[in-house]
Structures are given as structure tokens and as C-alpha cells.
């Protein structure tokens, strides 16, 4: 098993642009997560999925969306891209009714913006 | 969900003990004590759990006072790849908690 995988590992773009961070995970997963990483902020929940069609909002939503038509992949969209989305953006995914520690994190994509 | 309270930082010599912090004084009774660890670059990475009884594992041991009001993960021969950042988390296990947030953590650095 490949686990949590996260395209791009690095990307830039300039206020204003959209654009779309990739997840997959061939765990067959139901609940997967995205995340975002700031300075002494810790992780914070931007949004997160129980089941292929269904999500929700976290913590801090405003700027992203999300669809999760298969189970394997959950992509997360910026609308339009702005200096305060610069982060890294760590996907997460895991079966409901395990513990809580068996939730599988990808390696991170680091995004500046402009 | 109970809140925890760690040290921002912390310094540790190689190959001694580090003892790492927590205080979750308004813990409930169904919640487990979770730790993690998130070296430099990396996605966060489960140590270990426990509700009130002390746990070992290969990577730390986990203490947990009488009253489950703090707890102290020991790593009790650090080395450098220890180096990390290190979240205390107090969860309910098993239950829908797909809302998770960690914390600031305690960056832990360790010297040779």
C-alpha cells in the first residue's frame, strides 16, 4: 500500500489563482481529512469527509472546497488563491470505529502565495 | 473536548530520558490521553494512548496521574531523530471525532 499520498509536495502561486491540492489513499478509507499547518497554530481541520459524496466543514473553511466523489481521493480547491492560505496542507484519512491513533497522514504540500 | 496544556519548548541531551508534560485537568472520564509526534517536514505520527493506566511501546512510555488530570510521555533514550514537535491530544476513542484540531504542541529538541 502506497498509504496517504499528496500532490504537489511544493507549490507557488500568486494571489488570485486557484487551484486544486490532490489526496489519494488506497487503504480504502471512509473518513479522510485535510489540515493546514501554521506557525505555533498547531493543525487546524479545514474540511473532512465520512464517505465518498458526503462532507463537511472544520475549523477554517472560508477559501476551500471539497468533493469526494470516489473513496480513494479527496481534492482540496482554492478558489482564489491569497497570501494568508500560505501553509502546509497535510491530508489524513482513516476507518470509522478505529482508534482515533489509526488515522493515516500524508506526507504534506507546501504552498506559498504571493 | 478537553483541552491540554503543554510547555512551548524543551532541550534534551542525547541518549538521556525526555519528559514531556501535559496537563488536561478538565479531562472526562471516557476520554483517552493520545500522543504525536511531527518531525520536521513530516505528517504527524502516532506514539501511543492510554486512559489511566501507565502504557509502554516500543517508541515511549506513557504516564498518567491518579486523578487523569496530566500526563508525561518519557522517550528514555532520545536521540536526535527524536527531534520533533510533540502534541498531547484527549480524545474519546472510537467516537466520531473526525472534528480534530491539535494544539501548539512542545517542540522538542535534542543535543548532542
Known amino acids: 500500500n502506497a498509504g496517504v499520498t499528496q500532490t504537489p509536495k511544493f507549490q507557488v502561486l500568486k494571489t488570485g489563482q486557484s487551484m486544486t491540492l490532490q489526496c489519494a489513499q488506497d487503504?480504502?478509507?471512509?473518513?479522510m481529512s485535510w489540515y493546514r499547518q501554521d506557525p505555533g497554530m498547531g493543525l487546524r481541520l479545514i474540511h473532512y469527509?465520512?464517505?465518498?459524496?458526503?462532507?463537511d466543514q472544520g475549523e477554517v473553511p472560508n477559501g476551500y472546497n471539497v468533493s469526494r466523489s470516489t473513496t480513494e481521493d479527496f481534492p482540496l480547491r482554492l478558489l482564489s488563491a491569497a497570501p494568508s492560505q500560505t501553509s502546509v496542507y497535510f491530508c489524513?484519512?482513516?476507518?470509522?470505529?478505529?482508534?482515533?491513533?489509526?488515522?493515516?497522514f500524508g506526507p504534506g504540500t507546501r504552498l506559498t502565495v504571493t | 473536548d478537553a483541552k491540554t496544556t503543554q510547555p512551548p519548548s524543551m532541550d534534551c541531551a542525547e541518549g538521556r530520558a525526555a519528559n514531556l508534560p501535559c496537563n488536561h485537568s478538565t479531562i472526562s472520564g471516557n476520554e483517552y490521553v493520545y500522543w504525536y509526534r511531527q518531525i520536521h517536514s513530516q505528517g504527524p505520527q502516532y506514539i501511543i494512548h492510554g486512559l489511566k493506566n501507565n502504557e509502554t511501546n516500543e517508541m515511549a512510555s506513557l504516564i498518567i496521574t491518579e486523578d487523569r488530570k496530566s500526563s508525561t510521555l518519557i522517550l528514555p533514550h532520545a536521540t536526535l531523530r527524536d527531534t520533533a514537535v510533540y502534541y498531547c491530544?484527549?480524545?474519546?476513542?472510537?467516537?466520531?471525532?473526525?472534528?480534530?484540531?491539535f494544539g501548539a504542541g512542545t517542540t522538542v529538541t535534542v543535543r548532542a
Open positions: 487503504m480504502n478509507h471512509e473518513y
Open positions: 489524513a484519512s482513516r476507518e470509522p470505529g478505529k482508534g482515533f491513533y489509526e488515522q493515516y
Open positions: 469527509s465520512v464517505g465518498a459524496g458526503i462532507t
Open positions: 491530544i484527549v480524545r474519546v476513542e472510537g467516537s466520531n471525532d473526525y472534528k480534530l484540531s
